[in-house]
Every structure is written in C-alpha cells, then in structure tokens.
C-alpha cells in the first residue's frame, strides 16, 4: 500500500490550529478518548506540548544538546527527563538569547531547528509544522514554565501493537494514545517521537511506517516519560515464493507457541532433524562433549519411536550434566584469579557444580549466592562479593544476572530506554552498601597490583553503611528494584537477606523470567528477549506468551534446571532441522530451523582430544588433575609472568573462552576469526596430538586392524557416521599413493577435524 494521499494528520490539524487537534484517530479509539483544556493551546504547556517537540526533533538527544557538555553551549537533559532543568536551561541569562519575546518567529530556538539561520544539527522543522507553531505560541504566550499540579503522563498505548503487513501493502499509520493521572485520555500521536530499531523500516514526524525491506522490526513508540513497543513484520505476498510447509508434531506447549508464529508469519517451518544430527546436537548441549561410539550406535540402532525422550533422560542425570552448566554460572560469576585466588576459585567451583549435580533449586542457589558471607574458603559462595568491590558494582552485577536489568545508564541519569531513574540506582546499590571484607592474608606477588589478591577474606555484614545519592547528595534509601515492590525494606533487619527473599521469591516473576531465557538461549542459541539480559520495554521478547508460559511451569516445578532443559529438548522447536540455506532474520529469529553455531572452545578443545585418545595440557596442573577443558574451574591457573602458556591455554582463549571480566554472556564469542583458522590449519596443539605415538589412530595400527575398520571407527568416533563411499575412496587413494602411511593417516584426521561437520553443533 502507498501512502495515502490524504495524510491521516497534519493540514486539518494545521487549519484547526486553535482547538490543536492533534490527530485524526482511528474511529475505534476515537470515542474512548477525551478531550481537556489541558491539550488546548491556550496555552500549550511546557511539560506537554513543549518537552514533547524537544524529543521529537532530536534536541535533547546525546548527539545533541543532551549531552553533560551540551552543543553550543545549550544543554538540555538527556530524552528530558528534567523539565524545570530544561525550562531554565531556555529561559534563564544564558539560554534567554535563544529566545525573542517580542517577535518569536525571530527566536534562535526556532530560527536554527528551521534552518533560517546556519544549524549543526540540520533543519528539523518548517514554520508551517505543528512542532514550529507550538513553540512560536508557547514564546507568544509568555513561556508559562512547568506546573507542579498538572497531570502526568501514567500510561502509552500504541495502535497497532502488532501487525503483520503484507507486499504489496508497505506502511501502516501508528496512533498513540496517552492516559494521564487524572484519568483523562488524549491522543498523543503527532507529539510523539518514534524510533526504528533496525533498518528494515522508516518512521515520518506523523507516525506512518514504510516499508524498507521484509522482516520483523520493533518502532518504539516515546512521549515524555513513557515508551511504547510496537512489533511490526513486513512480509512477502503469499503468492511470492512460497514454499510447502514440511510435516509437524506438536510435542508440548512450546511448539504449539513457535508454530503459531511461523503460521502468522507465513514462514514454514524445516522439520524436525534426523537421528544423527539430534544425538550429537543433544549430546553437545546437555554435557558438553560428543558422544562415544558405543553410545551413538546404540541410539542409532534403536527401533523405539520415544528413544529421543528416554536419550534425553539419560543425559540429565550423568554427572557431566553437572560439569556443563557450572561451566557457564562460573563464567558469569566471574570465577576467575585475577580478583579470587587459586584455592578460592577450586572452591567456588566446586560449590556451583555440586549445587548443580545435586538439583538444588535454581532460585535456592541464588539465594545463597546473594545473602552470602563469611569466609570465602569456608563458604565459597562468599566468593560472589569477594570479586564485587564496591555497592555500585554489586548493584549493577546483580541486577543484570538475576533481574535482566542492564543498570549501568542510571548511574548518571535516568535510564534512556527504560523505566529506571538516577534515584533507583541508588537505592538499590544501598542494599549492598553494608558489605565489608576482613583480610585474613594477602600473599599478593605483584606489589603494584593493588587488585590481586592471593589468601583467605571474610565478606562481612556490618550495622552501618549508606550509599550517597549523586543526585540529591543525600544517603540514598533502600529499595528494591521492582515498580510493584511494595515492602519496604526495614533498616532493622539484615538487607541482604530481605534482599535474597524478595529476589528469589515466587511472587518475583522478573527473577524466573529471565533464567529461564538464559537456559533457553543456551539451549536455541537466541534468548526469547535478546541479549539476554537486557529486559526493557523497549526490548520486548520475540515470543512474549511463551516466555511467560514458561516461567509459570519453571516456577511451579520449583525453579528445577532439569525439568526446564527437559522441557526445551523435547519440543520439536529444539529438535528442528538445520537450515540447508543461509536463513532470514525472520526464520531464524521465530525458530523456523537450526542455525549452525561453531563449538565453543571447551567443547572443540575435548572433542579434538576425545577423538584422538589425548589429554589436554594447561599451565599449572599436574597431569592427573584436569583432563578436560570443560572441567577448569578458573580461566588461568597461573599468571603469564610466573609460567608459560601451554598450546591448550592459547587454544581456548583463541576460541573465544572468556577472561570473566564482566558478568555477561556476552564476553563469550562464538565468533569464527582468521586466528582459529590458522591455529587448526597448523596449531601446534593439534599437531602434537596428530603426531602422538598413544594416539587412536596408532592404536588401531598396532592392534592390526586393516585400513577399511579404521577408517570406519574414526568417522564414527569424530562424526557419529560411517563414511560415504566416496570418502572411503579418497581416504584409500590418499593412503595407496603415500610413501609414509604415518602422514597420510594424519592428514585423513586433519581433513575430518577441520570439517564444518566436525567443527558446528547443527
């Protein structure tokens, strides 16, 4: 659909400028909404007319004049979040040369955003806009500054919420509709600001969306202090390349949420994946690790049609299970030496696993996290502060690992994309103002590194201990970072396990809501709200209804890791089959197939040595402590100065192994570089495995098996499969025209473990 030729705003309202009709509306919202003197302009109002046309041309952005030094000399709050600041900053000595009383039209804070006058930022607006008239009356009217007593905006609605639009339709028209405290409701639309989150749309000043390109997109929706998703999706014609949907069993409630999407969206979905590719992606996921011959024939060779639910029974309760997943709680509990020592590192390890093989409840094991004290050897989980210095690190840490709250912007100001204020930081860092730390020894090796610490601290609670307010310069008060809360937290009773109880508790969806889409990204390989833990309204889950349907089942299973990862593995979403074709954002977003995603460097790293029969080799174990990358506690067991990386070490952290310098999943990378490239074309790690006399492939030799058995046995250990016959032809022609049988054989493995197939869980 092109654009209307009649605009659903703008000369109507232009012509009916004195009753400022905002927007022509929609004839169903029309009569819900009512009209105040308040949105009259007589006069408009600085903090609902005024404000509003700052943000919408862009004046109080940080690229503009919303930044702490502010362009030219004129700084407004950051998305104005301070209207008496902004009235100031206009109307006092230094921002009043902006402003021409007698004649308006010649005010510099509507000459430059029209470009009548040279403007760094551009023209913004014509005279003949509605954002130009209501400044051009509000200086007329002699600049009424903000009024404490006039109603505030509580609530915005977006109409459409969510649309599919189909080619050869290309725009929809957004209205926005907003609630004030005094109950009254007023359309909003033509002062609202709206953003694109991606380029597959663009949005006019009166809220008409055209189409760019097909997909799914976000236009956030901003008027004043409220902020509004609106997910759209621009789609193909039906008629246009469709392709036949492949067969589908619903397994359980998620399937019956993913496919009702891939259908709305008129994208089909790949079908459920072969035997081979379930075993070893199942394998990959739940341990970490291959499967063994023995056990990938015995699946394979299975007649049972509910094999793959038996299989993934199994899995969870080996002890592996355990290893895996405290492997990533380590990573973002930042279980690392350069803030824990080595003895403190093993222990808190061996804390997260253990609390994971036994089956400890999720919300449980938080708990003990965060109301955590005493000695970091003697209850390890003391270690969570131990690397947290600080009550505005420990807010943001927590806040971002059990909350999805990325905190960090609302140290300054408040939150640009979210609810959060500059208050709501600190109240919430002066939860953890109270924390202290008895040092019972410090063996530290570099002296002028004031961070490392090498001996036993007590994380200790004490009686007092405030967090000042930047804002106000007063001791902030304790509060929860909930918009519901409404316990207080009493100064008399220790804040850290009134903290825990609230944050773990069942009435604390937000808690169970976003550990369960880290599981299911570390399961799908996309959370349902991406990055992880970024939860913001402006940052809506791709599948809302399921996220939460989820959440009640992991919260009525009493937060168990088990039944969650069950749960997940068993929904033909998770059993999909792999795209055979580079996918769109939209398949691979709605969970049509199986994007292919590299191994991590752990799981690489053991199945390279599962393979071959090796050992792996870090710097600062003895042979016989750590056999596998995925059982390292730590990330280096010793520093770079005190000995020398072994081929091991540099392989993970070429991989992408992280440092665990921040609590995020995103310090990880999966990442594929030119580095990993070459370190599996000519590493000296592989190399030496390759060339071990203890090697599989040796072994084999020497128990004189011929040429066809081996070959056999190395494509099952390394790819679940026998060969095919043509790589059976070219394994033997390579063998039959080698003069040393020895590199032959090493370059038949060389070819299998560099292999896509090798090297991507599909």
């Known amino acids: 659909m092109s654009r209307p030729a009649i605009l659903p705003f703008p000369l109507i309202a232009l012509l009916r400028w004195c009753g400022f009709v905002l927007i022509l509306m929609p004839a169903p919202l029309a009569a819900e909404v009512t009209s105040t003197v308040s949105f009259e302009l007589n006069p408009p109002t600085f903090d609902h007319h005024v404000m509003p046309v700052l943000s919408k041309a ?13 362009k030219g000399d004129f700084r407004l709050s950051l998305r104005g979040q301070d209207p008496q600041a902004d009235y100031l900053a206009l109307t006092s000595e230094l921002g009043g040369r902006r402003i021409n009383r007698q004649q308006p039209a010649h005010s510099l804070m509507l000459m430059k955003p029209a470009a009548d006058v040279p403007h760094v930022g551009g023209q913004r607006f014509t005279p003949h806009d509605l954002e130009y008239q209501i400044l051009k009356q509000w200086i007329a009217q002699g600049m009424p500054a903000p009024q404490s007593d006039v109603p505030t905006v509580v609530e915005l609605q977006a109409s459409p919420e969510r649309q599919e639009i189909l080619d050869p339709d290309d725009g929809v028209q957004l209205t926005t509709i907003a609630t004030f405290s005094d109950g009254s409701r007023h359309n909003v639309s033509a002062l609202t600001t709206f953003e694109t989150t991606n380029f597959l749309c663009e949005v006019d000043q009166h809220g008409y969306v055209q189409r760019l390109g097909f997909g799914e997109t976000i236009v956030i929706a901003r008027y004043i202090n409220q902020q509004v998703p609106i997910r759209l999706a621009f789609l193909p014609s039906p008629d246009s390349n469709t392709t036949e949907p492949s067969s589908r069993q619903v397994r359980n409630y998620i399937d019956q949420h993913v496919f009702a999407k891939l259908d709305r969206l008129r994208v089909p979905f790949a079908g459920e994946c072969d035997d081979r590719t379930f075993l070893r992606r199942v394998y990959v996921d739940v341990l970490g690790r291959l499967p063994t011959v023995e056990e990938a024939r015995s699946f394979l060779e299975d007649p049972d049609a509910e094999k793959r639910m038996a299989l993934i029974d199994r899995l969870l309760q080996q002890d592996e299970f355990a290893d895996h997943w405290a492997l990533k709680w380590s990573d973002l509990l930042r279980n690392e030496e350069k803030l824990l020592d080595a003895k403190g590192v093993d222990l808190f390890y061996q804390w997260i696993r253990h609390s994971i093989q036994q089956g ?21 989980a003391a ?24 905190l960090q912007c609302a140290k300054c100001h408040n939150h640009p994309f979210d609810v959060w204020t500059q208050d709501d930081y600190y109240s919430w860092a002066a939860l953890f103002a109270r924390v202290d730390y008895e040092i019972v020894e410090n063996n530290r090796k570099d002296k002028f590194d004031k961070h490392e610490f090498q001996g036993e601290q007590i994380v ?63 399961l799908m390989g996309q959370g349902l709200v991406d990055p992880v833990d970024d939860f913001r309204i402006t940052n809506p889950a791709s599948h809302p209804e399921l996220l939460m349907e989820l959440t009640d089942d992991f919260i009525r299973h009493r937060f168990d890791l088990r039944h969650l990862v069950r749960t997940i593995l068993n929904s033909a979403a998770y059993q999909s089959a792999p795209f055979s074709f580079e996918p769109t954002e939209l398949q691979s977003e709605n969970y049509a197939g199986t994007v292919a995603r590299r191994l991590t460097a752990e799981q690489l790293l053991d199945a390279q040595c599962d393979v071959l029969g090796a050992d792996t080799i870090f710097a600062g174990f003895d042979a016989d402590e750590v056999h596998r990358a995925i059982r390292l506690p730590g990330v280096n067991r010793v520093r770079l100065r005190e000995a020398k990386q072994t081929s091991d070490d540099r392989f993970l952290r070429t991989f992408g192994k992280p440092e665990r310098l921040i609590a995020c999943e995103c310090e990880r990378s999966d990442e594929t570089t030119l580095s990993q490239a070459f370190l599996l074309i000519s590493g000296n790690g592989l190399q030496e495995r390759l060339e071990s006399p203890t090697n599989r492939l040796h072994q084999w030799r020497k128990a004189d098996k011929t040429d066809d058995q081996i070959i056999e046995q190395f494509y099952w250990t390394a790819l679940q499969r026998s060969p095919s016959s043509a790589e059976i032809a070219a394994c033997k022609k390579l063998l039959d025209g080698s003069l040393r049988p020895d590199d032959a054989w090493q370059d038949i493995a060389w070819a299998v473990l560099n292999s896509k197939e090798f090297l991507f869980r599909q």
């Open 360 to 380: 400890k409840p999720l919300n449980q094991f938080v708990h003990e996290l965060v109301a955590s004290r005493g000695s970091t050897y003697d209850s390890p």
């Open 460 to 522: 200790v609670v004490k009686e007092e201990g405030e967090v000042q307010n930047v804002r106000t310069g007063q001791d902030a008060r304790p509060q929860y970072l909930s918009q519901q809360a409404t316990t207080d937290v009493s100064d008399q009773s220790d804040r850290l396990l009134q903290l825990a109880d609230w944050l773990t508790s069942d009435n604390n969806p937000a808690f169970a809501k976003v550990q369960v889409n880290r599981i299911w990204y570390q």
């Open 383 to 406: 270690n969570y502060y131990r690397s947290l210095r600080d009550p505005l690190e420990r807010g943001e840490t927590t806040a971002q690992l059990f909350l999805g709250v990325r």
């Open 58 to 70: 862009g004046c109080n952005l940080g690229t503009c004049h919303g930044n702490f030094r502010g």
